[in-house]
């Protein structure tokens, strides 16, 4: 994070804003001048000097995926895309759903959703809830919808209409607590009004932020909310997904076995009651994740 600098020279002091950074193995120092007058506007000067060497570093760099990730889209025959596809969808109903409790195994998952076979000795609701998500995820993957209430709502129905009828679709009624969270959600009254301005916001910097920022924030956001009675983590990793892919990105999936510091990141950013935290995990697990476009793209 910047910090204010203030230098005393030759009987007069001047302050600036400083940011030391490590990217690609070497470490970095950016400042900006603010003058010889200590700034009121402190921590918003140290905001945007970080927001540039966001510029810099992290979008720059997903700038890079999304060229890589569409070059190899454009250069696949439409059977190695579908099959790349539905390998993700596998993986990321497995993992959003074993984060949220779902008992099936992963090689249980591949079979139910592969092949057909359902797992004996497993709850109903968990097998028909993955192949629910999954058939919803396929859907969206190949007529991608945009993220407002409309479609979230359908999404919600979409996936928990027959193992939860009596809250699918429907924005919660009655308080919620967030399991090992010190974080608590708005009351129902307050929640459908702040999860429309939330899809509002998200509009309207479609154009103002970068893609990986707007889809983090959403997410961030969205969970604080909690606007449903069950099926926030789901339906939230989802919407985000769908940020990230109408913009021409590769989605993310948070695996089950790293779960531990996404659930940190979003307590520490609820706690805080600042994003920054969370923002700065997920860029480094997409960036992280999705170096494999750069290696696979076809070369010019």
């Given at each position: 994070m910047?910090?204010?600098?203030?230098?005393?020279?030759g009987g007069h002091t001047y302050y600036y804003v400083v940011q030391t950074y490590r990217w690609e193995g070497m470490v970095r120092r950016k400042e900006r001048y603010l003058g010889t007058t200590r700034p009121r506007d402190a921590g918003q000067q140290k905001e945007l000097l970080e927001r540039e060497v966001w510029g810099d570093t992290w979008f720059r760099a997903f700038e890079s995926i999304r060229s890589a990730y569409q070059k190899r889209q454009?250069?696949?025959?439409?059977?190695?895309?579908?099959?790349?596809?539905?390998?993700?969808?596998?993986?990321?109903?497995?993992?959003?759903?074993?984060?949220?409790?779902s008992t099936l195994t992963y090689e249980e998952t591949s079979n139910l959703l592969t092949h057909g076979i359902s797992p004996a000795s497993k709850p109903m609701r968990d097998i028909r809830e993955m192949q629910l998500h999954?058939?919803?995820?396929?859907?969206?993957?190949?007529?991608?919808?945009?993220?407002?209430?409309?479609?979230?709502?359908?999404?919600?129905?979409?996936?928990?209409?027959?193992?939860?009828?009596?809250i699918a679709g429907r924005m919660r009624d009655s308080e919620v607590g967030i399991r090992g969270s010190q974080?608590?959600?708005?009351?129902?009254?307050?929640?459908?009004?702040?999860?429309?301005?939330?899809?509002?916001?998200?509009?309207r910097?479609?154009?103002?932020?970068?893609?990986?920022?707007?889809?983090?924030?959403?997410?961030?956001k969205f969970e604080n909310i909690h606007p449903f009675g069950d099926g926030n983590g789901r339906i939230g990793r989802l919407a985000m997904n769908m940020i990230l892919f109408r913009s021409g990105l590769p989605m993310l999936n948070?695996?089950?076995?790293?779960?531990?510091?996404?659930?940190?990141?979003?307590?520490?950013?609820?706690?805080?009651?600042?994003?920054?935290?969370?923002?700065?995990?997920?860029?480094h697990r997409y960036h992280r994740d999705q170096q494999i476009w750069l290696r696979l793209a076809p070369k010019e």
């Open positions: 910047a910090v204010l600098r203030t230098v005393h020279r454009r250069a696949l025959p439409l059977s190695i895309r579908e099959k790349e596809r539905e390998d993700f969808v596998v993986d990321f109903t497995y993992d959003t759903n074993r984060i949220e409790g999954a058939s919803l995820a396929r859907q969206l993957m190949a007529s991608p919808e945009p993220v407002d209430l409309p479609h979230v709502l359908s999404w919600h129905r979409r996936v928990f209409g027959e193992t939860k009828p009596d974080h608590i959600p708005p009351t129902p009254l307050e929640a459908r009004p702040r999860l429309i301005e939330l899809l509002r916001w998200t509009d910097q479609a154009d103002a932020l970068n893609p990986v920022e707007r889809a983090a924030s959403f997410h961030f948070i695996r089950y076995g790293k779960r531990r510091g996404y659930y940190r990141a979003l307590e520490k950013a609820s706690v805080t009651s600042s994003p920054r935290p969370f923002l700065l995990w997920f860029f």
